[in-house]
């Protein structure tokens, strides 16, 4: 898979050069490429910003560096391009494993109050577009967040050290937030650690955790619980 990243704070997305992206490209299976977006610019000042038309605060980023970028790219059908923005679609992990699909994804990154919109409307007649956020809260430009994406992309790619696995062990909890876990020793600080995880009955610890999952989610994320999931199993009628 191919990554290219346009941003005016390159720095910012240094992190892809460590860890789980930097193995990723050290195998070869991502070919990663960070580009300053100024570097489309003709001024003196190497201007990528200008005042709303309409008035308003802050600034917006304006088309011509974003044009330009794109075709010397190479931006193209073959390509999905993700605007970061606190006003995109929600980023899950169903869209984590769309984008692990793609051949290559551009990803330009927001700041100030947005980029101009006639950027986001002619790469949706070159490519692919997804306009993705985060979540329901606001960070100062997109770089945070295509860095958390790519991650969440990079780590579904087929070939990528040691996913069979864990990524098995994931689709396990089906869709509920994770049970709690335990290493040794089996008491720290005065706290044992849970006698059915030490009891060596497969079938006590798969329900255990099956119930402590469902209550997790029950707690502190109710609304991924569908209504046929709130019950537990028994028909409607006999719930009483
Ligand atoms: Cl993708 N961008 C910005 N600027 N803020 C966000 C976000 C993205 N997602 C959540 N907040």
Same mark, same amino acid.
């Given at each position: 898979?191919?990554?290219?990243?346009?941003?005016?704070?390159?720095?910012?997305?240094?992190?892809?050069?460590?860890?789980?992206?930097?193995?990723?490209?050290?195998?070869?299976?991502?070919?990663?490429?960070?580009?300053?977006? +100024? /570097?489309?610019?003709?001024? *003196?000042?190497?201007?990528?910003? %200008?005042?709303?038309?309409? $008035? &308003?605060?802050?600034?917006? !980023?304006?088309?011509?560096?974003?044009?330009?970028?794109?075709?010397?790219?190479?931006?193209?059908?073959?390509?999905?391009?993700?605007?970061?923005?606190?006003?995109?679609?929600?980023?899950?992990?169903?869209?984590?494993?769309?984008?692990?699909?793609?051949?290559?994804?551009?990803?330009?990154?927001?700041?100030?109050?947005?980029?101009?919109?006639?950027?986001?409307?002619?790469? +949706? /007649?070159?490519?692919?577009? *997804?306009?993705?956020?985060?979540? %329901?809260?606001?960070?100062? $430009? &997109?770089?945070?967040?295509? !860095?958390?994406?790519?991650?969440?992309?990079?780590?579904?790619?087929?070939?990528?050290?040691?996913?069979?696995?864990?990524?098995?062990?994931?689709?396990?909890?089906?869709?509920?937030?994770?049970?709690?876990?335990?290493?040794?020793?089996?008491?720290?600080?005065?706290?044992?650690?849970?006698?059915?995880?030490?009891?060596?009955?497969?079938?006590?610890?798969?329900?255990?955790?099956? /119930?402590?999952?469902?209550? *997790?989610?029950?707690?502190?994320?109710?609304?991924?619980?569908?209504?046929?999931?709130?019950?537990?199993?028994?028909?409607?009628?006999?719930?009483?």
């Amino acid at each position: 898979m191919r990554l290219d990243y346009l941003t005016i704070f390159p720095d910012y997305l240094a992190p892809l050069g460590l860890s789980l992206p930097g193995k990723a490209v050290e195998s070869g299976l991502i070919d990663v490429h960070v580009h300053d977006l +100024r /570097e489309w610019t003709h001024d *003196r000042h190497r201007t990528v910003d %200008d005042t709303p038309y309409g $008035g &308003g605060a802050g600034m917006v !980023l304006k088309p011509e560096p974003f044009g330009e970028a794109f075709e010397a790219l190479g931006v193209d059908e073959h390509t999905t391009v993700v605007f970061t923005t606190p006003s995109g679609e929600p980023f899950t992990q169903r869209l984590a494993e769309e984008l692990a699909t793609r051949q290559r994804l551009v990803f330009a990154c927001g700041r100030y109050e947005g980029i101009d919109q006639r950027v986001i409307d002619h790469a +949706r /007649e070159v490519a692919e577009v *997804r306009e993705v956020s985060l979540g %329901d809260y606001v960070l100062n $430009g &997109g770089e945070v967040a295509a !860095l958390a994406i790519t991650e969440a992309v990079v780590r579904l790619l087929p070939g990528f050290m040691g996913n069979a696995e864990s990524l098995v062990e994931e689709s396990h909890t089906g869709g509920l937030l994770e049970y709690p876990v335990y290493t040794k020793p089996p008491v720290w600080d005065g706290r044992e650690v849970p006698m059915v995880l030490r009891s060596g009955d497969h079938g006590l610890v798969a329900a255990w955790r099956q /119930e402590q999952a469902r209550r *997790r989610t029950a707690e502190r994320r109710p609304d991924l619980l569908a209504p046929s999931a709130l019950d537990d199993g028994t028909p409607i009628e006999r719930a009483v």
